[in-house]
């Protein structure tokens, strides 16, 4: 029986317009997901069999008697063979006999991928050529699609952030949400209010690195009070619009590190000895240190006069490991960023109980460091200088 079964491809090889019985598509849209001991569009269906021996296959001629034959056999078996032709190559495939969806009048059935139940193959009668191309279809998706094997490692996840993140409870990295206003209905306008922002920023002396920006997803509730106060129009075209918004999301470094300070009070010392104020864009910076202070002593002054002798401010990014960088920009227009009266309070109240404090700065670029100070940021992403 299995030699019908060649006599038969070589009878149809001789015309090119002859009829063969083809896996037309497949129902799974998951390329990717392909693999070769599937039915994949272009194999040529020589043949079926029960039992998968060489001459027990079946030969097949049209789809509509190969769909009469499986629904004979759909019910005793679970599992059938297939023997496809795929370019010069013979290939069995084990395959399920399912029904086609939609064929409810009149039954019809075909083949589904014995390992993935969304792999279901559609048959049709169609010629060599166009066999061929599909084949050739085929190849160039299992060949994208097809990756190295992969496996689980060990990573010793506790040394490497002890060794790459001196201070564990900072993440480096800072982002600010922008809110679109009540008068923007295009993203283009919000991210343009976005990028002002960061150029606002740098432009008034905070060492800031640009890393990525994004849209983002916003549910039409809760952020969005204000303007649905403000604007019912402006709240029913929300609504018609899916109910949700887009929001930017911008990525930055803190300059090109983060240095940390420890500031330890003397006895009788009621300040630590610097003086903060806060930038137009929520940024919290030193703008005096007094000599002679814990500022002073734990090499700030020093930092400080560098900065602004080089036109850069002298950040604070972090205090406590709690980050003071502004969070986001509301729908009314407000930045939301760190209290500095709460700051203040956090001071004194630690002077007063004569507690250190730890304080993360930002680096900015060509700068010195007036004593040996963990640092971790932009620049401890960059490889190593190679010595010449």
């Not at 090889?13 to 390329?31: G, I, M």
């Not at 792999?119 to 160039?140: F, I, K, P, W, Y």
């Amino acid at each position: 029986m299995v030699k019908s079964c060649f006599i038969y491809w070589e009878d149809m090889a001789t015309s090119d317009h002859q009829a063969l019985v083809c896996v037309r598509q497949v129902k799974q849209e998951v390329a990717e997901e392909w693999d070769e001991s599937m039915p994949l569009p272009g194999d040529i269906i020589e043949g079926f069999s029960e039992h998968g021996a060489d001459d027990s296959f079946l030969p097949v001629k049209a789809t509509s008697e190969l769909s009469s034959q499986l629904g004979k056999i759909n019910q005793r078996v679970e599992f059938i063979w297939i023997k496809v032709r795929r370019g010069d190559t013979l290939v069995k495939l084990q395959a399920r006999v399912v029904q086609q969806r939609g064929s409810i009048l009149q039954r019809k059935y075909t083949i589904q991928a014995a390992t993935d139940n969304r792999h279901v193959a559609e048959l049709g009668d169609l010629t060599l050529d166009q066999c061929n191309e599909l084949q050739e279809m085929s190849r160039r998706v299992n060949k994208r699609g097809r990756e190295f094997r992969r496996s689980g490692m060990n990573y010793d996840w506790k040394m490497k952030v002890a060794t790459y993140m001196p201070d564990q409870c900072c993440s480096v990295i800072s982002s600010i949400l922008f809110m679109p206003l009540a008068s923007e209905y295009c993203i283009h306008t919000t991210t343009a209010r976005c990028m002002a922002w960061f150029s606002a920023a740098i432009s008034s002396g905070v060492p800031l690195v640009f890393v990525n920006i994004q849209t983002e997803l916003i549910p039409s509730t809760g952020e969005t009070h204000f303007w649905k106060r403000e604007t019912a129009t402006y709240k029913q075209k929300i609504n018609n619009a899916t109910q949700i918004m887009h929001g930017i999301r911008l990525w930055f470094l803190p300059g090109l590190a983060e240095i940390s300070f420890v500031l330890v009070p003397r006895p009788r010392e009621v300040r630590f000895g610097m003086e903060i104020k806060r930038t137009e864009e929520g940024f919290v910076c030193i703008y005096s240190v007094i000599t002679g202070s814990a500022a002073d002593r734990a090499g700030m002054r020093q930092l400080y006069e560098e900065s602004s002798a080089s036109g850069f401010l002298l950040v604070i990014s972090r205090l406590q490991c709690k980050s003071i960088m502004p969070s986001n920009a509301c729908s009314g227009g407000l930045v939301h960023c760190c209290d500095q009266s709460e700051i203040k309070e956090i001071l004194s109240s630690a002077i007063e109980q004569y507690e250190t404090i730890q304080l993360h700065v930002m680096a900015w670029p060509n700068q010195t460091r007036p004593i040996p100070t963990p640092a971790v940021g932009f620049a401890n992403l960059l490889p190593p200088k190679s010595e010449s």
